[in-house]
C-alpha cells in the first residue's frame, strides 16, 4: 500500500481545510490551535495560518471568523478593520482589537476526520519497512534531489553522478502542482510526490539517492529520505541543514578539528552532525534513508562535500532554481 493510500488526503488537503473553517457558524470564532488540532496535528497552525492567508473564496470559506488564541484579531487579507467589520456585522463584539467575551462565542466542535491523523498511521507503516544496514552493493551512480517551489507550483531536480569519477552524468528536471502545505514533520506528504515525478524521468535508477531532508533523524523515525526510499525500492540518505531531533554527543568545531558527532535520541543512535568542506561554517544532518548503514552514509556524503552540502544535492538545488526562474 506504502505512501499511496495517503494520496487522496494530500491532493483534497487544502480543499478539506476550507471545508473546516466553513463549519464556523456566523457570529462565532476559533482559533488557528484549534483548527490545527482539527487537522490532527498541532504542529500544523503555522500552516492553518498560511492557508487562510491563501483563501481563494473569502466570505464564502468565513476565514474572518478564525482569531487568535488570546481572542485578538489576528491578520486577514483584507485588512484587519475589515475582518473586524464582518465579524461585528455577525453580532461579535471587538473591543481594542480583541473579540469581547471571547468563550462565549469560541467554536472547537468540528466533524472532521483528521486527515494529519491517517497520515500519521502512513508514516508508522512505512516507518516499519526502513532497513538501516549496509547496502551490500557497489555504488556505481549516485544522485541528489531537491526542489524549489513558486506558489503552487514545485519543481523538482535530480543530479546524477558517475560516482568512480565524482562527475555529473545528467540533470533532470519538471515540474508538479502541489496541494499539501508545509507541515513540521510532515514535509514528505509535500515533496514526495515531487521526487517521484522526477525520479521516474531517470531510465536506468541511480544505486543511492542524497536527499535535501532527513532520514532516520526524524520525530518518528521516517522522514522524507526514508520515505523516498521504501517508496522506490533505493538506498536513500538524508541530508538536513537544520537538526529536527536528537542530541549531539560531542561538541562541532572545525579549530579543534571535531568535525564529526553522533546525534542520539533517547540514546538510540539516529544520524550524525558532520562539518565537511572549506567553506562550511555550521554542520549538516546525516541520516540513513533507507537500505544503508550510518556509517556508509556519512563516508558517502564525505566524498562529496566540496562546499557544506554534498555536491549532487547543490547541483540539483541549481537546477532547480533555474527551471523556476526560466518559468518566472
Known amino acids: 500500500m506504502g505512501v499511496q493510500m495517503g494520496c487522496g488526503y494530500i491532493r483534497s488537503f487544502r480543499e478539506y481545510f476550507y471545508s473546516l473553517v466553513s463549519q464556523i457558524p456566523e457570529g462565532r470564532v476559533s482559533t488557528y490551535g484549534t483548527l490545527a488540532k482539527a487537522l490532527g496535528s498541532e504542529r500544523a497552525a503555522r500552516a492553518v495560518g498560511k492557508m487562510l492567508n491563501q483563501n481563494p473564496r473569502p466570505v464564502e470559506v468565513p476565514c474572518h471568523r478564525v482569531v487568535r488564541y488570546d481572542g485578538t484579531l489576528g491578520g486577514y487579507g483584507g485588512g484587519k478593520e475589515k475582518k473586524k467589520g464582518l465579524l461585528e456585522e455577525e453580532g461579535v463584539e471587538i473591543k481594542d482589537g480583541r473579540v469581547k467575551g471571547f468563550e462565549k462565542v469560541f467554536f472547537e466542535d468540528f466533524e472532521s476526520h483528521k486527515p494529519l491523523q491517517r497520515l500519521r498511521e502512513e508514516q508508522y507503516r512505512v516507518q516499519k519497512k526502513i532497513t538501516v544496514q549496509e547496502s551490500g552493493v557497489e555504488f556505481m551512480t549516485v544522485a541528489g534531489v531537491d526542489v524549489s517551489y513558486s506558489n503552487g507550483t514545485a519543481y523538482p531536480a535530480l543530479s546524477l553522478w558517475d560516482h568512480e569519477n565524482k562527475e555529473e552524468i545528467d540533470v533532470f528536471t519538471t ?113 540513513p534513508g533507507h537500505k544503508v548503514s550510518h556509517m556508509e552514509a556519512i563516508e558517502l556524503v564525505k566524498e562529496y562535500c566540496r562546499y557544506k552540502v554534498p555536491e549532487p544535492i547543490r547541483r540539483a538545488h541549481i537546477e532547480a532554481n533555474k527551471r523556476r526562474k526560466k518559468r518566472g
Do not use: Q
Not at 525520479?199 to 543511492?208: H, Q
Not at 523515525?221 to 533505493?234: F, K, M, N, R, W
Not at 529536527?244 to 546525534?263: F, H, T, V
Open 175 to 287: 515540474e508538479i502542482e502541489v496541494e499539501f502545505p508545509y507541515i513540521p514533520t510532515f514535509l514528505a506528504f509535500k515533496e514526495l510526490p515531487c521526487l517521484l515525478e522526477v525520479l521516474d524521468l531517470v531510465e536506468d535508477k541511480p544505486d543511492v539517492i542524497m536527499v535535501d531532508g532527513n532520514g532516520v533523524m526524524h520525530p518518528d523515525g521516517v522522514g522524507l529520505a526514508s520515505h523516498l526510499g521504501v517508496e522506490a525500492c533505493i538506498p536513500t540518505i538524508g541530508v538536513a541543514k537544520s537538526k529536527l531531533c536528537g542530541r549531539l554527543l560531542d561538541e562541532i568545531d572545525r579549530e579543534k578539528n571535531k568535525k564529526l558527532s553522533e546525534i542520539r535520541k533517547n540514546g538510540k543512535l539516529i544520524g550524525h552532525a558532520l562539518l565537511e568542506g572549506d567553506r562550511a561554517k555550521n554542520p549538516i544532518y546525516v541520516s
